[in-house]
């Protein structure tokens, strides 16, 4: 059985993160998507709401699981007995943070191994940061987001 552990605050899911959960998953037997608590980035969307929007987002597909992790990734992959971390990479300015993250996880645990996926070009531009910048100044995210995140987001900066 070969698991991956798709992490990341998600806050909120973009169809740049769907498209590489639908590659990760035919890569491998099971796919868990980590919503992690990050106490120290200020999220939007609170740990429940991510899980939620991430939830309808995706549906029901046989091997893509939702979960919430806290603390080392590297140990929450050790406990889904999980190969593999796989991660979305765009473009160069990814790079350096990504490959601090790959590597340093490496290091603490050497049996977890970093696969990065390409998404698609259109989604290059794609982040969670613009979105909700774009969302905040009253601009129109529904072609990079899932509509039920586009709706969410709508919400909290209601005018
Ligand atoms: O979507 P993001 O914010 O880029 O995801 C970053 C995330 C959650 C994958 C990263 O911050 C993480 O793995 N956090 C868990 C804590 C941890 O293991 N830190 C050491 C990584 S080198």
């Known amino acids: 059985m070969k698991r991956a552990i798709y992490p990341g605050s998600f806050d ?6 769907l498209d590489v959960i639908e590659r990760a998953r035919k890569l491998f037997d099971e796919v868990i998507v980590a919503v992690a608590h990050n106490d120290q980035k200020q999220a939007l969307f609170s740990l429940e709401e991510r899980l ?10 046989d091997n893509v699981r939702i979960a919430q992790f806290d603390g080392l990734l590297v140990e929450f992959a050790a406990a889904q007995s999980a190969s593999a971390v796989v991660r979305g990479l765009r473009a160069v300015s990814d790079f350096e943070f990504e490959f601090q993250m790959a590597l340093m996880n490496r290091k603490l645990n050497s049996d977890v191994e970093t696969i990065f996926l390409m998404p698609k070009e259109e989604y290059t531009y794609l982040s969670s940061r613009i979105i909700k910048e774009i969302a905040r100044l009253g601009g129109d995210v529904s072609s990079f987001v899932p509509d039920v995140v586009a709706k969410a987001l709508g919400n909290k900066f209601k005018r």
């Open 52 to 61: 939620e929007l991430l939830k309808t987002s995706i549906g029901n597909i």
């Open 12 to 17: 909120p899911v973009t169809n740049g993160h």
